[in-house]
């Protein structure tokens, strides 16, 4: 038997195959996924601080998903100019009432381990395009309770998250 002779390539034919796999790459880092650093507690304990997460934005690049209550999502702030990660509480059409410390969605009562609620005003009816967000902080979290513009239209979703790595 013979072997067979091979080359080896040399750098430069095999930058084409590296230039492909760097843009496929950057490709899928900057449309596909993205990377957050959490810098504050809003959203301990699901979230800590300083924690990197991982996030879906494929699909907010392609359309305008509504988010499922409950969904974390990454969003442009309505009032600065950043990006902010929080929990979906209401979405268009409900009804968020805050009363002695409980959440009510549509008049249902939620129960959660998130400590109790407050906000500035009894309640909150979220128009269509909208969502509420809230940080799972409830007593530490600059969310829609305390946003000047507490309804965050749904066009403003960057992602969706998958997993935070807690470093």
């Known amino acids: 038997m013979e072997k067979e002779n091979k080359k ?17 790459t ?3 880092c900057t449309c596909v996924i993205c990377f957050n650093k959490i810098p504050s507690g809003s ?10 997460t991982v996030s879906w934005r494929l699909p907010y690049l392609l359309g305008d998903p509504t988010p499922n209550r409950g ?12 990006l902010l990660i929080k929990r979906v509480i209401g979405l268009p059409g409900d009804e968020i009432r ?10 249902e009562k939620q129960v959660d381990s998130y400590g109790p609620s407050y906000a500035p005003q009894e309640s909150y ?4 395009g909208c ?11 600059r969310d829609s309770r305390y946003m000047d513009h507490p309804y965050v239209p749904i066009s ?7 997993f935070a790595l807690h470093i």
């Open 26 to 28: 950057a490709l899928v």
């Open 131 to 141: 969502m509420f967000v809230m940080g799972d902080n409830r007593s530490n979290s």
């Open 125 to 128: 009816t979220i128009p269509e």
């Open 71 to 82: 969904d974390i999502v990454v969003f442009q702030s309505p009032d600065e100019d950043k």
């Open 156 to 162: 403003n979703i960057y992602a969706r998250m998958l």
């Open 43 to 52: 959203m301990e304990p699901t979230i800590h601080t300083r924690s990197l």
């Open 98 to 107: 805050f009363v002695d410390g409980e959440v009510y969605i549509n008049g």
């Open 8 to 24: 080896e390539k040399t750098f430069w034919q095999e930058l084409p195959e590296y230039l492909v796999i760097m843009a496929v």
